[in-house]
């Protein structure tokens, strides 16, 4: 039976079995988001160790990259990572107000910034995406916009909800489609890759809901005490909390998650936790 079909099954019926994990390992100082890349490396920015740190399939550091700083290869509160189709990185550098992008080896390509986007107001990045036409997107919590790049890092326009700015954004991501997803507060906004607004998913609210990724058809939004996976085909949705994971150390908050072929990728604080999904049959 495939993860999808777990997923599914998940979804749609009660806890039969839950979730388990497998391995885990405490890596980190305060990890803050995480990305699982098309040749399957997982990366984790660390906002305590200004860094950016891939981890092995066996949650061992392959290599730890960034230090506290101004320059090309370091980092000041490294806010959210993601990784594009041709395998680049972009690390949403937020304290230093910009958004690098490293190649697949992480070395430097290029900087946006308040200076090479032509920005006349403050920028407070706080995550990033990229289309498959190569077009980037700058979640801006001090504009509380998106702000709109065309490949060659100039900017095309900005946009929010209509004619008003969003509440609290807090993630941003593109679908292999090109849709657009924006966390704002308690709600995830979806775009086109134009900037119109085509839908609105609520959330459950008193969450603090910090990130969103995508996989097979489901969101999986992230507060630090639980994870929402919302069906975007029936919208269908379960809770994860720390207490329905067998095998976790409590009290140490949520930061992302991540669904790999096999389970799924839970990122706290300090860990990093590989979990499958148990059912039994009735």
Not at 39 to 53: G, P, Y
Not at 97 to 106: I, L, P, S
Request: overall charge negative; aromatic content about 8%; some cysteine.
């Amino acid at each position: 039976m495939t993860v999808f079909v777990l997923f599914a099954f998940l979804l749609q019926s009660p806890w039969d079995g839950g979730i388990a994990v497998e391995s885990s390992q405490k890596l980190f100082l305060n990890a803050r988001s995480a990305v699982l890349t098309a040749d399957e490396r997982l990366l984790v920015t660390d906002m305590e160790q200004n860094a950016v740190i891939i981890v092995a399939g066996d949650n061992s550091i392959q290599r730890s990259f960034g230090q506290k700083g101004w320059g090309n290869d370091a980092f000041d509160g490294p806010r959210d990572i993601t990784s594009t189709f041709l395998l680049e990185i972009l690390v949403t550098d937020r304290d230093n107000e910009r958004v690098q992008r490293f190649d697949k080896d992480m070395v430097f390509v290029r900087s946006y910034d308040r200076n090479t986007l032509g920005l006349d107001a403050p920028l407070r990045p706080v995550a990033s995406a990229q289309s498959q036409q190569g077009e980037i997107f700058i979640l801006d919590e001090e504009g509380k916009r998106v702000i709109w790049a065309d490949t060659r890092g100039r900017m095309k326009g900005t946009f929010s909800i209509g004619n008003r700015p969003f509440s609290e954004p807090k993630d941003i991501l593109i679908s292999q489609d090109d849709v657009l997803f924006v966390l704002d507060d308690s709600q995830v906004h979806r775009f086109d890759t134009f900037g119109n607004l085509t839908g609105t998913i609520p959330l459950p609210d008193g969450n603090a809901w910090e990130s969103i990724s995508l996989s097979d058809g489901y969101l999986y939004v992230v507060s630090p005490g639980s994870i929402l996976i919302h069906s975007l085909n029936t919208g269908a949705e379960a809770v994860i909390t720390q207490s329905k994971i067998i095998g976790m150390e409590q009290d140490s908050p949520f930061r992302a998650a991540v669904h790999t072929g096999e389970g799924i990728i839970i990122l706290t604080s300090t860990s990093v936790y590989r979990c499958s999904i148990r059912t039994y049959d009735r």
